[in-house]
């Protein structure tokens, strides 16, 4: 049973537009969330974190936005650039009992930006 | 400030003998985790330590597989008499506190042969 969902296993945008990221989760009890991105071979690189206190975060050209009602995130990069085009995580961790500490990723979304 | 280590960074193994995989966290971290990639699929939480602890450790399987990170030294994930389905990218991530972000290393990619 899978609590974080990216449901689009892959994305393609032109250089310059925006690249719109997409996560959800099931679990309620999630409480700060995380995007990741990863190149082929390499561990994956923390972007961006969001705290369900909050509905935006913003960190230069990534922004993630939290709908708690929805139980969505996404990320928003923009401009988009070559560079970005890897595999991006979402990840999500719940401040309870046993599970405290660890991350819940979802599949990935591989974004490819065309010059 | 050196990142996270892991090593080795490929490692082969013949079905029924041991894998060691070696992490050692950032400067300052005192939290450990270790995810497990398989082909196709997203990183899957195994276990969470702390110095001389296994604070969650979940998603480890039950046999076979064991991990520890003492006083001294870097954290070992131990995986006993290996078999083809263990083959897969094993990732460390530390952090200095709970919830904050995790910064990864390179990953141990373990083939069983």
């Known amino acids: 049973d899978q609590q974080v969902k990216q449901n689009s296993p892959s994305l393609s945008v032109q250089e310059g537009r925006i690249s719109i990221l997409n996560c959800d989760y099931t679990?309620?009890?999630?409480?700060?969330f995380l995007w990741y991105k990863k190149y082929p071979a390499e561990g994956p690189t923390f972007l961006i974190s969001i705290s369900s206190i909050k509905d935006k975060n913003e960190d230069g050209r990534f922004t993630v936005f939290l709908n708690k009602s929805a139980k969505h995130l996404s990320l928003h990069i923009v401009p988009s650039q070559p560079g970005d085009s890897a595999v991006y995580f979402c990840a999500a961790s719940a401040n309870y009992g046993g599970s405290q500490g660890n991350l819940i990723f979802g599949k990935g979304t591989k974004l490819s930006v065309k010059p | 400030n050196a990142g996270v280590m892991q090593n080795p960074r490929h490692l082969v193994r013949r079905r029924g003998q041991e894998a060691r995989l070696r992490c050692s966290p950032m400067?300052?971290?005192?939290?450990v985790y270790w995810y497990r990639q398989l082909p196709e699929e997203g990183l899957k939480f195994m276990v969470y330590?702390?110095?001389?602890?296994?604070?969650?450790e979940s998603g480890m399987p039950k046999e076979r597989f064991s991990a520890e990170f003492p006083k001294e030294g870097p954290s070992i994930l131990r995986i006993q008499q290996v078999v083809r389905g263990d083959s897969a990218a094993y990732f460390c991530?530390?952090?200095?506190?709970?919830?904050?972000?995790?910064?990864f290393g390179q990953g141990t990619r373990l083939t069983v042969v």
């Open positions: 400067k300052g971290h005192s939290h």
């Open positions: 330590l702390q110095k001389e602890n296994i604070i969650d």
């Open positions: 991530a530390s952090s200095r506190q709970l919830n904050t972000e995790a910064f």
């Open positions: 679990n309620s009890m999630f409480d700060y």
